[in-house]
């Protein structure tokens, strides 16, 4: 996406807000999500509130503010809608797909100034690769051949932010936090999104991908399992499995004590040691993408094996193993609850889309102001998330049809 593509896409932005416009309420309310849709488009520089206010906002600077930061618009019902058209528009370029459609899980940190706006606090900008003063949102990103759609988003809350404390409930309240906003970790907020997504039923997910924030998380696993939801998530590369049944390593009885029960841990190895110990023919070369500079491939081995869950034997599970080409090979460790039949081929491509999360990412802050908001409540934090959603799924709606428009 270039500022040209951004640019020619807005002269066509009529139609696609006329599809939105009840959900804003008022009149009033509904030119103000236009002004703003446009204006994250089609500014120049600076993407805030005062720029898109003076350039297309007819200079209404206080009433864009208080559409973003405090109107009463539900940025659920939003995505919702969202979520349909991606269904109706995206969604059906996967049935062909070996793939399908991918939800792709990740976080996203926003640096701010100051200890006032909605849950910010010294924690990791994955970004910047350190400890950052900032705001960090979860995302659930739809991916398809067709492109990538924002289809929900969760403000993290820190603990210090949830604390029973004078302190914690004067932040919470100048930044306008609802009271029933508890503590939750990101795999439990990642969790709550491709759960409200399976519950509402507008676009089904063949598979869950994140990283091993993500796929660290047993609570976040069984959820999923519940959901009857496939997922290829990330692992530590300290994580250990058994290689077989663990049933079968169980110590035998001595006849003293008690009997015992559970698998003996030591027979369970780290992902690093299982790779190396596979022999060269476990391996196989796989285009998943085509790269900047061409195509681009790594070799992937994958194997049945049984991990530690809540401190016990879990389910059996597909542990992928992605290999970089080169002289120092990098290595990528996965689980995956696809049934025993799945082809190595299939999960490696499913678990390649997780970078297209990144490019969804990188264009909305690039293009689209992702993070140059300038609201400090909670809400403000989710409908400028909301809006800068829309404006990326009518982009790439407004790419394809020209693409379309031109192969024809």
Not at 50 to 68: C, N, R, T, W
């Amino acid at each position: 996406m270039t500022p040209d593509d951004v640019r020619a896409a807005a002269e066509h932005l009529v139609d696609f807000h006329d599809r939105f416009a009840p959900l804003f309420g008022k009149e009033q309310a509904q030119d103000h999500a236009y002004d703003y849709l446009k204006g994250l488009m089609v500014c120049p520089e600076r993407k805030s509130i005062e720029p898109i206010a003076l350039l297309v906002g007819h200079g209404d600077v206080s009433g864009l503010q208080k559409f973003v930061g405090a109107a009463p618009w539900a940025y659920d019902d939003v995505m919702a809608e969202a979520q349909a058209l991606f269904a109706e528009e995206l969604a059906p370029s996967a049935a062909g797909s070996p793939v399908g459609v991918v939800g792709v899980i990740d976080e996203s940190a926003f640096a701010k100034k100051g200890s006032h706006s909605a849950g910010v606090a010294r924690q990791h900008n994955g970004r910047l690769g350190k400890e950052d003063n900032c705001q960090v949102g979860v995302f659930l990103v739809g991916v398809t051949p067709a492109g990538q759609a924002l289809l929900d988003h969760r403000l993290f809350l820190p603990e210090a932010w949830c604390a029973d404390t004078r302190e914690a409930r004067q932040r919470r309240g100048a930044a306008h936090i609802p009271e029933d906003v508890s503590f939750r970790t990101k795999p439990q907020i990642a969790a709550e999104l491709v759960r409200n997504a399976a519950v509402l039923g507008q676009v089904g997910l063949d598979w869950v991908v994140g990283d091993s924030e993500y796929g660290r998380a047993g609570h976040l696993l069984d959820e999923l399992e519940r959901l009857e939801q496939r997922y290829v998530l990330e692992v530590p590369k300290t994580w250990v499995f058994w290689t077989s049944d663990p049933a079968g390593s169980i110590p035998a009885y001595t006849g003293r004590g008690r009997t015992p029960s559970a698998p003996r841990r030591d027979a369970a190895r780290t992902v690093v040691e299982i790779a190396n110990e596979l022999p060269a023919s476990a391996w196989a070369a796989l285009q998943v993408r085509e790269g900047a500079v061409g195509p681009l491939v790594f070799e992937f081995a994958a194997l049945r094996v049984w991990g530690i869950r809540h401190r016990r034997p879990g389910p059996p599970s597909w542990l992928l193993i992605r290999r970089s080409l080169g002289a120092e090979p990098e290595l990528k460790f996965s689980i995956s609850n696809a049934g025993a039949e799945t082809p190595v081929s299939t999960l490696a491509l499913v678990a390649c889309t997780r970078c297209q999360v990144e490019e969804f990412l990188e264009d909305g802050k690039s293009y689209l102001g992702m993070a140059q908001y300038e609201t400090r409540s909670w809400v403000g934090w989710h409908h400028h998330m909301a809006l800068v959603g829309l404006a990326h799924l009518f982009v790439t709606l407004v790419q394809r049809r020209l693409q379309k428009k031109l192969r024809s």
